[in-house]
Protein backbone atom coordinates (compact mmCIF):
# COMPACT_ATOMS: atom_id res chain seq x y z
CA UNK A 1 0.00 0.00 0.00
CA UNK A 2 1.72 3.35 -0.91
CA UNK A 3 2.53 5.29 2.22
CA UNK A 4 1.60 8.87 2.90
CA UNK A 5 5.35 9.74 1.71
CA UNK A 6 4.57 7.93 -1.56
CA UNK A 7 0.94 9.47 -1.98
CA UNK A 8 2.92 13.44 -1.46
CA UNK A 9 5.75 11.80 -4.40
CA UNK A 10 2.45 11.09 -6.61
CA UNK A 11 1.11 14.66 -5.59
CA UNK A 12 4.19 16.53 -6.43
CA UNK A 13 4.39 14.42 -9.87
CA UNK A 14 1.22 14.99 -10.91
CA UNK A 15 1.11 18.69 -10.51
CA UNK A 16 3.59 19.24 -13.06
CA UNK A 17 2.03 16.95 -15.52
CA UNK A 18 -1.30 18.33 -15.01
CA UNK A 19 -1.42 21.12 -13.20
CA UNK A 20 -3.53 24.23 -15.17
CA UNK A 21 -4.84 21.81 -18.12
CA UNK A 22 -8.51 21.60 -18.58
CA UNK A 23 -10.12 18.10 -18.88
CA UNK A 24 -11.96 17.83 -21.57
CA UNK A 25 -13.73 14.38 -21.65
CA UNK A 26 -13.79 11.59 -19.04
CA UNK A 27 -14.26 8.04 -19.60
CA UNK A 28 -14.93 5.71 -16.03
CA UNK A 29 -14.62 1.84 -16.87
CA UNK A 30 -15.13 0.58 -13.42
CA UNK A 31 -18.33 2.19 -11.74
CA UNK A 32 -17.46 1.48 -8.45
CA UNK A 33 -14.36 3.85 -8.65
CA UNK A 34 -16.64 6.74 -8.17
CA UNK A 35 -17.99 7.06 -4.74
CA UNK A 36 -21.86 8.35 -5.60
CA UNK A 37 -23.19 9.01 -9.12
CA UNK A 38 -21.42 8.45 -12.00
CA UNK A 39 -23.38 10.42 -14.21
CA UNK A 40 -23.01 13.33 -12.00
CA UNK A 41 -19.23 13.10 -11.14
CA UNK A 42 -18.62 13.06 -15.61
CA UNK A 43 -20.59 15.48 -15.95
CA UNK A 44 -19.33 18.11 -13.55
CA UNK A 45 -15.42 17.30 -13.65
CA UNK A 46 -16.17 17.41 -17.71
CA UNK A 47 -14.22 20.77 -18.93
CA UNK A 48 -13.26 22.21 -15.62
CA UNK A 49 -9.61 23.23 -15.08
CA UNK A 50 -7.38 21.21 -12.72
CA UNK A 51 -6.77 24.00 -10.64
CA UNK A 52 -3.93 22.40 -7.58
CA UNK A 53 -3.26 18.91 -6.38
CA UNK A 54 -3.33 18.94 -2.99
CA UNK A 55 -3.13 16.27 -0.27
CA UNK A 56 -4.19 15.07 3.10
CA UNK A 57 -2.70 12.01 4.44
CA UNK A 58 -3.09 9.58 1.35
CA UNK A 59 -6.21 11.58 -0.06
CA UNK A 60 -4.96 12.82 -2.89
CA UNK A 61 -6.91 16.10 -3.89
CA UNK A 62 -7.59 17.06 -6.94
CA UNK A 63 -8.99 20.88 -6.90
CA UNK A 64 -11.02 21.83 -9.67
CA UNK A 65 -11.75 25.58 -10.86
CA UNK A 66 -15.50 24.85 -10.51
CA UNK A 67 -15.57 24.58 -6.91
CA UNK A 68 -15.33 21.45 -6.63
CA UNK A 69 -12.28 18.27 -5.76
CA UNK A 70 -11.73 15.03 -6.31
CA UNK A 71 -11.11 13.18 -3.35
CA UNK A 72 -8.90 10.40 -4.71
CA UNK A 73 -7.45 7.45 -2.28
CA UNK A 74 -5.10 5.07 -4.28
CA UNK A 75 -5.53 2.27 -1.58
CA UNK A 76 -3.71 -0.74 -2.34
CA UNK A 77 -2.56 -0.26 -5.82
CA UNK A 78 -3.77 2.58 -7.38
CA UNK A 79 -1.54 4.79 -9.65
CA UNK A 80 -1.58 7.73 -11.70
CA UNK A 81 0.16 8.00 -15.06
CA UNK A 82 0.00 10.69 -17.67
CA UNK A 83 0.65 10.04 -21.53
CA UNK A 84 -0.68 11.00 -24.68
CA UNK A 85 -0.10 7.29 -26.69
CA UNK A 86 -2.98 5.05 -26.05
CA UNK A 87 -1.52 2.46 -25.49
CA UNK A 88 -0.77 2.94 -22.00
CA UNK A 89 -3.98 2.56 -21.64
CA UNK A 90 -4.65 -1.35 -20.69
CA UNK A 91 -7.41 -3.60 -18.60
CA UNK A 92 -6.23 -2.11 -15.47
CA UNK A 93 -7.15 1.62 -16.62
CA UNK A 94 -10.33 2.46 -14.94
CA UNK A 95 -10.54 6.49 -15.34
CA UNK A 96 -9.21 7.90 -18.52
CA UNK A 97 -9.25 11.91 -17.84
CA UNK A 98 -8.60 13.49 -21.77
CA UNK A 99 -6.80 16.95 -20.96
CA UNK A 100 -6.46 19.67 -23.52
CA UNK A 101 -2.84 19.66 -24.26
CA UNK A 102 -3.58 16.18 -25.99
CA UNK A 103 -2.48 14.03 -22.45
CA UNK A 104 -4.41 11.77 -20.94
CA UNK A 105 -4.51 11.39 -17.17
CA UNK A 106 -5.26 7.28 -16.73
CA UNK A 107 -5.71 5.91 -13.25
CA UNK A 108 -4.74 2.08 -13.20
CA UNK A 109 -5.65 -0.06 -10.14
CA UNK A 110 -4.76 -4.02 -10.27
CA UNK A 111 -6.92 -4.47 -7.13
CA UNK A 112 -9.87 -1.72 -7.79
CA UNK A 113 -9.92 -0.75 -3.91
CA UNK A 114 -9.10 2.88 -4.59
CA UNK A 115 -11.70 5.31 -5.09
CA UNK A 116 -12.53 8.55 -6.34
CA UNK A 117 -15.36 11.37 -4.79
CA UNK A 118 -16.58 14.33 -5.80
CA UNK A 119 -16.86 17.20 -3.01
CA UNK A 120 -17.45 21.20 -2.72
CA UNK A 121 -13.95 22.13 -1.82
CA UNK A 122 -14.84 24.94 0.28
CA UNK A 123 -16.67 22.02 2.73
CA UNK A 124 -13.73 19.31 2.43
CA UNK A 125 -13.77 19.59 5.94
CA UNK A 126 -16.64 17.69 6.69
CA UNK A 127 -16.06 14.69 4.49
CA UNK A 128 -16.22 11.83 6.56
CA UNK A 129 -13.23 10.30 5.39
CA UNK A 130 -11.33 13.45 6.18
CA UNK A 131 -12.69 14.83 9.11
CA UNK A 132 -12.20 11.98 10.93
CA UNK A 133 -7.93 12.25 10.55
CA UNK A 134 -5.84 13.06 13.38
CA UNK A 135 -2.72 15.64 13.23
CA UNK A 136 -0.20 14.82 10.39
CA UNK A 137 3.64 14.96 10.56
CA UNK A 138 5.06 18.40 9.23
CA UNK A 139 1.93 19.86 9.56
CA UNK A 140 1.17 23.28 12.15
CA UNK A 141 -1.44 20.77 13.92
CA UNK A 142 1.20 18.04 14.57
CA UNK A 143 2.40 19.39 18.03
CA UNK A 144 2.83 17.84 21.51
CA UNK A 145 -0.37 19.39 22.42
CA UNK A 146 -2.88 18.12 20.06
CA UNK A 147 -0.57 14.25 19.96
CA UNK A 148 -0.51 13.54 24.04
CA UNK A 149 -4.09 13.04 24.76
CA UNK A 150 -5.03 11.68 21.11
CA UNK A 151 -1.91 8.78 22.39
CA UNK A 152 -2.40 8.56 25.91
CA UNK A 153 -6.24 7.81 26.47
CA UNK A 154 -5.51 4.60 24.67
CA UNK A 155 -4.61 1.34 27.10
CA UNK A 156 -3.51 -0.89 23.84
CA UNK A 157 0.10 -0.91 22.11
CA UNK A 158 1.62 1.96 20.73
CA UNK A 159 2.04 0.53 17.76
CA UNK A 160 -1.73 0.27 16.95
CA UNK A 161 -2.42 3.88 18.65
CA UNK A 162 0.64 5.19 16.04
CA UNK A 163 -1.34 3.47 12.89
CA UNK A 164 -4.78 4.94 14.20
CA UNK A 165 -5.29 7.57 11.73
CA UNK A 166 -7.69 9.39 14.03
CA UNK A 167 -4.30 9.51 16.38
CA UNK A 168 -2.02 11.00 13.90
CA UNK A 169 -2.68 10.28 10.04
CA UNK A 170 -0.02 9.55 7.53
CA UNK A 171 2.40 7.04 9.26
CA UNK A 172 1.80 3.52 8.15
CA UNK A 173 3.36 -0.12 8.92
CA UNK A 174 6.84 0.77 7.62
CA UNK A 175 6.88 3.87 9.40
CA UNK A 176 5.51 3.26 12.59
CA UNK A 177 8.26 0.67 12.92
CA UNK A 178 10.92 3.05 11.93
CA UNK A 179 9.60 5.59 13.97
CA UNK A 180 9.63 3.42 17.48
CA UNK A 181 13.00 2.39 16.68
CA UNK A 182 14.39 5.53 16.22
CA UNK A 183 12.20 6.42 19.23
CA UNK A 184 13.68 3.23 21.43
CA UNK A 185 10.62 2.29 22.30
CA UNK A 186 8.94 -1.16 22.26
CA UNK A 187 5.93 -1.45 19.76
CA UNK A 188 4.26 -3.26 22.52
CA UNK A 189 4.25 -0.83 25.62
CA UNK A 190 1.02 0.02 26.34
CA UNK A 191 -0.11 4.03 24.83
CA UNK A 192 -1.02 4.85 28.18
CA UNK A 193 2.04 4.54 29.60
CA UNK A 194 4.74 6.75 27.99
CA UNK A 195 5.93 9.79 29.37
CA UNK A 196 6.17 13.43 27.68
CA UNK A 197 9.65 12.59 26.86
CA UNK A 198 8.75 9.99 24.76
CA UNK A 199 5.78 11.51 23.14
CA UNK A 200 8.08 14.36 22.39
CA UNK A 201 10.42 11.71 20.84
CA UNK A 202 7.92 9.79 18.77
CA UNK A 203 6.82 13.39 16.92
CA UNK A 204 10.50 14.03 16.60
CA UNK A 205 11.10 10.87 14.65
CA UNK A 206 7.50 11.16 13.08
CA UNK A 207 8.49 14.60 11.26
CA UNK A 208 12.07 13.27 10.56
CA UNK A 209 10.89 9.60 9.44
CA UNK A 210 8.25 11.39 6.57
CA UNK A 211 10.37 14.03 5.87
CA UNK A 212 13.02 12.15 4.67
CA UNK A 213 10.82 9.65 2.84
CA UNK A 214 9.32 12.09 0.90
CA UNK A 215 13.08 13.70 -0.07
CA UNK A 216 13.48 9.84 -0.86
CA UNK A 217 10.59 9.55 -3.40
CA UNK A 218 8.99 6.84 -1.18
CA UNK A 219 10.04 3.06 -0.42
CA UNK A 220 9.46 0.50 -3.50
CA UNK A 221 8.81 -1.78 -0.54
CA UNK A 222 5.36 -2.70 -2.71
CA UNK A 223 5.16 -2.11 -6.68
CA UNK A 224 5.25 1.36 -6.27
CA UNK A 225 6.07 4.03 -8.70
CA UNK A 226 5.46 7.63 -8.98
CA UNK A 227 3.39 9.43 -11.82
CA UNK A 228 6.73 9.39 -14.23
CA UNK A 229 7.33 6.14 -13.38
CA UNK A 230 10.33 6.47 -11.07
CA UNK A 231 11.21 4.63 -8.58
CA UNK A 232 11.54 5.67 -4.85
CA UNK A 233 14.56 4.75 -2.38
CA UNK A 234 13.44 5.17 0.66
CA UNK A 235 13.81 1.12 1.08
CA UNK A 236 17.58 1.81 1.10
CA UNK A 237 17.42 3.87 4.06
CA UNK A 238 14.91 2.04 6.12
CA UNK A 239 16.49 0.36 9.61
CA UNK A 240 14.56 -2.09 10.92
CA UNK A 241 11.52 -2.79 8.40
CA UNK A 242 12.19 -6.01 6.39
CA UNK A 243 15.21 -6.22 8.28
CA UNK A 244 14.32 -9.15 10.84
CA UNK A 245 17.01 -11.53 11.17
CA UNK A 246 19.87 -8.83 10.60
CA UNK A 247 21.73 -6.77 13.17
CA UNK A 248 20.41 -3.76 14.79
CA UNK A 249 22.03 -0.88 12.82
CA UNK A 250 23.00 0.83 16.55
CA UNK A 251 23.61 -2.34 18.77
CA UNK A 252 23.92 -5.55 16.52
CA UNK A 253 21.15 -7.45 18.59
CA UNK A 254 19.09 -9.78 15.96
CA UNK A 255 16.07 -7.86 14.65
CA UNK A 256 12.79 -9.70 15.39
CA UNK A 257 9.39 -9.26 13.58
CA UNK A 258 6.36 -10.17 15.79
CA UNK A 259 2.58 -9.54 15.31
CA UNK A 260 1.33 -6.61 17.04
CA UNK A 261 -2.30 -5.91 16.69
CA UNK A 262 -2.16 -8.18 13.69
CA UNK A 263 0.35 -6.45 11.83
CA UNK A 264 3.87 -7.30 10.80
CA UNK A 265 6.25 -5.49 13.08
CA UNK A 266 10.27 -5.16 12.96
CA UNK A 267 12.10 -3.48 15.99
CA UNK A 268 15.38 -4.19 17.85
CA UNK A 269 14.90 -6.53 21.77
CA UNK A 270 17.78 -4.94 22.77
CA UNK A 271 17.75 -0.89 22.39
CA UNK A 272 13.71 -0.65 22.18
CA UNK A 273 12.31 -1.99 25.46
CA UNK A 274 9.08 -1.83 27.26
CA UNK A 275 7.86 1.02 29.56
ZN1 LIG B 1 19.37 -2.39 18.91
Given at each position: MPEMPEVETVRRGLIDQVKGKRITDIEIRYQNLITGDVNEFVETVKNSVIEDIGRRAKFLLIHLDNGYTIISHLRMEGKYKVSSDVNAIDKHSHAIFSLDDGQMLIYNDVRKFGRMQLWPTDRLFENKSLKKLGPE???????????????IKHRKDIKTVLLDQSVMSGLGNIYVDEVLWQAKIHPETPANHLTDEDIKIIIKHANDEIRLAIQSGGSTVRSYLDANGHKGNMQDRLQVYGKEGLPCPRCQTTIEKIKVGGRGTHFCPHCQVVK
Open positions: PLSDEFTFENIKPRV
